[in-house]
């Protein structure tokens, strides 16, 4: 199974964030999540997809937050509006059994 993040390294502050995870050897048909790093701190859920396609989003960013799929293609994309410095982070796209991808930058900044 490999999972790959891809989208913008560099951001404006107020704009939306896209980002696209690619997945090889598994279906896509299943529970995916976000979670991001900011430096110097822990690991931050931000939400996740089910097999059924519903979505579901920490308190903390439901207001800025969605996430769906496109099955054809085997990925999945976040969309994060409203950004700001304090969502710069390694944002990484992960598989409910435990598959990481390798992670991807994010700097908010003008």
């Known amino acids: 199974v490999q999972l790959q993040e891809s989208g913008p390294g560099l951001v404006n502050p107020s704009q939306t964030l896209s980002l696209t995870c690619s997945v090889s050897g598994a279906s896509i048909a299943t529970n995916y999540d976000w979670i991001r790093q900011p430096p110097g701190k822990g690991l931050e859920w931000i939400g996740s997809?089910?097999?059924?396609?519903?979505?579901y989003y920490s308190p903390s960013l439901k207001s800025r937050t969605s996430i769906s799929r496109d099955t054809p293609k085997n990925q999945f994309t976040l969309r994060l509006t409203s950004l700001s410095p304090e969502d710069t982070a390694v944002y990484y796209c992960?598989?409910?059994?435990?598959?990481w991808g390798q992670g991807t930058q994010v700097t908010v900044s003008s």
């Open positions: 997809i089910s097999y059924s396609g519903r979505s």
């Open positions: 992960v598989k409910a059994t435990g598959d």
